[in-house]
């Protein structure tokens, strides 16, 4: 199946939000590096990759066991939070090239648009908002609205639950190795954006459709006007 046959089949989008539509993973990695340094501690690229697009408990979690901390969770996760709030506040979020573009794209094609995101809702809607795109969305999943993080299929299944879509009729864009897992487990069509050229190959295990750039998405969508007529 290649992109446009793909696109004729769907009829609800879901975007993940940090690094598909929002430069916000630098942001974190600083926040995860200072937290982790105090304990004399770094984080290894495969680990970054490994908890990427997982909530902050759970990546809390992975990184104490694997670098041998002994440190209290919880109380790391809650000042992780208040670290993120400060700095999406008073740091300038910006979009990753060709987001807004790609959710303009689907919305102007009448697909449904849907947002859903590792991020806790505090943060999340304060992100959107600065950018002045909460309103692109039909419909919004944040990180605390389930129990289990991706790769859990399960913020997916209630995504396409809420707006009462087919899991197979719905086509998510994910960054992360976690977040792939996660939408192909709920059923789902699902395409990788920003991926690195040196981890492409562990992407096209899980799909055949592995971009380098919200761009290159954007340009291959474009050359599917037909399929959408």
């Known amino acids: 199946m290649d992109l446009s046959e793909l696109i004729s089949k769907i009829s609800l989008v879901i975007f993940d939000m940090d690094g598909v539509l929002v430069d916000t993973e630098p942001i974190y990695l600083k926040v995860e590096k200072d937290l982790i340094g105090r304990y004399g501690k770094e984080i290894p690229s495969d680990l970054i990759e490994r908890i990427k697009g997982s ?23 809650e000042e992780e939070r208040r670290m993120l709030r400060d700095r999406f506040e008073n740091e300038e979020i910006k979009p990753m090239p060709c987001a807004l573009d790609t959710v303009n794209w689907f919305s102007s094609h009448g697909f449904k648009i849907a947002l859903a995101t590792s991020t806790e809702w505090e943060n999340a809607t304060l992100i959107l908002s600065k950018l002045g795109i909460e309103d692109y969305f039909d419909h919004i999943t944040t990180g605390d609205q389930v129990e289990e993080s991706k790769p859990n299929p399960e913020i997916y299944l209630k995504t396409a639950k809420v707006m009462e879509v087919n899991p197979a009729s719905c086509f998510v864009v994910e960054d992360s190795l976690n977040g792939i897992k996660s939408a192909r487990s709920a059923g789902m069509n699902v395409v990788a954006v920003n991926v ?10 899980l799909t055949p459709f592995v971009f380098n750039s919200m761009c290159e998405l954007l340009d291959g969508l474009l050359k599917t006007r037909g399929a959408c007529e």
Do not use: P, Q, W
């Open 196 to 205: 690195r050229r040196d981890i492409r190959d562990e992407f096209l295990k």
């Open 55 to 77: 909530s902050l408990l759970r990546s809390m979690k992975i990184m104490l066991s694997e670098l041998g901390i002994e440190g209290d969770c919880e109380e790391l996760v």
